[in-house]
């Protein structure tokens, strides 16, 4: 067991007063962390010791106020995407294994520009096979769907879909890829989409899990 803090603050006096770790993210490799600090817009990197210590290896600098909140890991183990909260933005990063250090590829909206005041970015996911990755829109309730160029990580804005609710929180894509599912926090309302492997594109089932105020979908194989 290990016990680290951060320390700092960010531009969003409302947000980003002071450290907000959101997430924490194993490496695909294994015996790495990556922490998305919302509050410090940062990604520190951790090595995982044998003892479950945890070792600071680098801190990762994401554009001022952009509250990074989840990531994707690519299968490849290259590439990894961000969802900043409050910039509504997605940002594809190269990772350094050895060095647990990220450098920004690319960066792109999760909105239309008319829509990012309003909005708050939430949840990342990334199909099976790397080609693409989802992120929920709180505020412009939708699914935005980014292609990845698989050689250097870049992503190319495919569209968006409505959420089939309100305040997506949470996706969850199914072990195969065929669905994904969508937690619509204010609409008490698990969306069910399919998904063509070949465009990224999501289709609405019609189909839904009604249940109060989801927040969260793991699925287990």
Not at 26 to 41: M, P, S, Y
Not at 131 to 148: E, L, P, T
Not at 172 to 185: D, E, K, M, V
Request: a negative charge; proline letters at 5%; one cysteine or more.
């Amino acid at each position: 067991m290990a016990s680290v803090s951060h320390s700092g603050s960010g531009p969003n006096a409302a947000r980003q007063e002071r450290s907000h770790a959101h997430s924490i993210t194993e490496t695909i490799a294994g015996g790495t962390a990556i922490v998305a600090d919302l509050g410090i817009d940062r990604l520190v990197s951790y090595r995982i010791e044998h003892d479950g210590n945890l070792t600071k290896l680098a801190e990762s600098a994401l554009p001022a106020g952009a509250g990074p909140r989840h990531l994707a890991l690519h299968p490849n183990g290259r590439f990894v995407f961000v969802m900043n909260e409050l910039d509504s933005t997605i940002v594809a990063m190269a990772l350094d294994e050895a060095s647990g250090k990220l450098t920004l590829i690319d960066a792109k909206p999760a909105v239309p520009a008319e829509a990012r005041d309003s909005n708050h970015c939430a949840d990342i996911q990334i199909s099976p096979d790397g080609r693409f990755v989802y992120g929920s829109n709180r505020g412009h309730d939708s699914v935005v769907i980014m292609a990845v160029d698989q050689q250097t990580g870049s992503l190319s804005l495919v569209g968006y879909i409505s959420c089939g609710g309100a305040t997506p929180r949470n996706l969850a894509l199914t072990p195969s890829g065929g669905h994904l599912f969508s937690a619509n926090q204010n609409a008490d309302r698990i969306s069910i989409f399919a998904r063509d492997a070949e465009t990224g594109i999501l289709s609405d089932t019609g189909r839904a899990i009604e249940i109060g105020t989801p927040m969260c979908v793991k699925i287990v194989r």
